[in-house]
């Protein structure tokens, strides 16, 4: 659990962690969203199986993906990139052109960064994105009776990954989207005009990049009511049941990098989105996580996530 | 020259370039300027001269110079942190000890960031400003005439950083100027509101991190015109002169990593400004580069400009 420990010990050394927490913080005085992600080789990525070009897209998109589950509209990204000497320009090239591509489809100006040294290629990503809902988000907004909804199908990209390592390259779809996962930024906006409509001020969400048990499990702790999942509402994709029709529940639930977002809002906000594009998975229930016999529920959801340390 | 081969690249492949190439760019929207710098472990710093303390200050303040040199109040920054699986807790800790001391030293506020796994110590922070002087910047602003400006004397960090890689601990005052390099924020802050009064809405000005040679030749290709430079004016510490006699004026050019500030601006302003803070080192010819003979002149000064890829 050293990652844990590790955001632990930052809260804690902090004189003001209250910003911390969130896909991203808001910046009230400037009334804009900011976030930071990096990916680095060997850990997120594998230059093997990955393109330059693919890697600017992924870590421009994981941003835009936080901004999508803060329902702000994406706006600048700065990136610093780290390159060991020996890079040739042909790479530059095409990650950059790898960022412009989804800059362009999303509207985004990029703002600047740093270019380095390094032993290994490490991409840090930081965005910027303008609230323009009146909702506010957090991870501890859920309310008993809430419906559990997510964006779309779990596990494809874990499986892509998978495919890419054991250098299979027979289900082209999986392994795009984990190479180039596409952040719910449309799906956002829309649920976000809703909610505005409705005259719904907060909002619980977060966004399934450390997997889709991880988001559950803190969306579920963040609001201290259990949430009853019903499993076989979950998307999966035929590609992926077909593929590994063994393991596809175990990529779908800790798979991790689907980009997807998971909220919970009132049945009758629900009944207002469009079904093509939102999927109820389950309901929060009025039992508090405190009344579990059960006290280590958690555990598993800890275990199983996503391991930025390989732990 | 590869980190300008990449430059150019960048520039070509990006399909809107108009916010990079100075040390902050200015989001007019919302008022405030970005930057984002990355520190690399044994490109930027060496942990076994380095404490994590005082990285944490220097990956701050580093960026927080990019502020000054924007003429920007720091607000709020990111940061992303990379370590090695083996990484214990208390390099954390006092990783964000350092951080949080400078934070509450220039009242600025951790807003997110992230944590990954990695092979080697890397730290990339974003860093958010206001604008509050209406004063723009830029490293194409300088006018013939005008008196060339910097901030405190040059070279002290890069004799540090010899010192330390000679395992030589006799002069902590270089030492500490490398490790922990000072943002000038007060004396960025001071000159802001001289041109506010003044009613000077432009100024030219960038920071001294790549070394006060590089600064001085991009300032000087900004604005199209050679800067004449009275060497002997240039500020350099008597423990610098004293424990480097041989060197000393090669490290105070293109040493590097002082973080001080290189601007121009008309006389009557300079005689305005604080001359223990501000120091005269030279003036702004009405000689057009373009009309010098040795075409070549900035061969040696991008020779010996900072190198993050170590060409």
């Known amino acids: 659990?050293?990652?844990?420990?590790?955001?632990?010990?930052?809260?804690?050394?902090?004189?003001?962690?209250?910003?911390?927490?969130?896909?991203?913080?808001?910046?009230?005085?400037?009334?804009?969203?900011?976030?930071?992600?990096?990916?680095?080789?060997?850990?997120?990525?594998?230059?093997?199986?990955?393109?330059a070009c693919e890697l600017g897209q992924k870590a421009v998109s994981?941003?835009?993906?936080?901004?999508?589950?803060?329902?702000?509209?994406?706006?600048?990204?700065?990136?610093?990139?780290?390159?060991?000497?020996?890079?040739?320009?042909?790479?530059?090239?095409?990650?950059?052109?790898?960022?412009?591509?989804?800059?362009?489809?999303?509207?985004?100006?990029?703002?600047?960064?740093d270019l380095t040294g390094s032993k290994e290629v490490v991409v840090s990503v930081c965005a910027i994105g303008k609230k323009i809902f009146d909702v506010n988000v957090s991870r501890h907004y859920s309310k008993p009776d809430e419906v559990i909804v997510v964006t779309g199908t779990h596990g494809d990209s874990a499986g892509g990954l998978r495919l890419l390592s054991q250098g299979r390259r027979e289900n082209d779809s999986l392994i795009k989207k984990h190479l180039l996962p596409s952040p719910k930024i449309s799906e956002a906006m829309e649920l976000a005009a809703v909610l505005q409509k409705e005259q719904i001020k907060k909002l619980a969400i977060m966004d399934t990049s450390d997997g889709l048990g991880d988001a559950i499990y803190k969306l579920s702790k963040g609001c201290g009511y259990v949430f009853d999942?019903?499993?076989?509402?979950?998307?999966?994709?035929?590609?992926?049941?077909?593929?590994?029709?063994?393991?596809?529940?175990?990529?779908?639930?800790?798979?991790?990098?689907?980009?997807?977002?998971?909220?919970?809002?009132?049945?009758?906000?629900?009944?207002?989105?469009?079904?093509?594009?939102?999927?109820?998975?389950g309901r929060v229930s009025d039992k508090k996580i405190s009344d579990c016999e059960n006290q280590d529920f958690g555990a598993e959801f800890q275990e199983k996530s996503f391991k930025h340390f390989g732990e």
């Open 1 to 51: 659990m050293k990652e844990l420990e590790y955001l632990e010990i930052i809260n804690n050394t902090l004189g003001d962690s209250s910003l911390l927490g969130d896909d991203c913080a808001f910046l009230q005085e400037f009334n804009i969203y900011v976030t930071q992600d990096t990916l680095v080789e060997n850990v997120h990525f594998d230059l093997d199986t990955t393109t």
């Open 229 to 281: 999942i019903n499993y076989e509402n979950i998307p999966v994709s035929s590609e992926l049941k077909r593929t590994f029709p063994e393991e596809y529940k175990d990529l779908v639930m800790w798979g991790g990098e689907d980009f997807e977002l998971l909220f919970t809002v009132e049945e009758s906000i629900f009944d207002k989105l469009d079904k093509r594009k939102f999927f109820r998975i």
């Open 62 to 113: 994981v941003n835009l993906s936080d901004l999508a589950s803060s329902l702000a509209k994406p706006m600048y990204i700065t990136i610093s990139l780290s390159l060991p000497k020996n890079t040739n320009t042909d790479f530059v090239r095409d990650f950059y052109t790898g960022v412009n591509a989804i800059c362009n489809e999303y509207n985004v100006k990029v703002a600047g960064g």
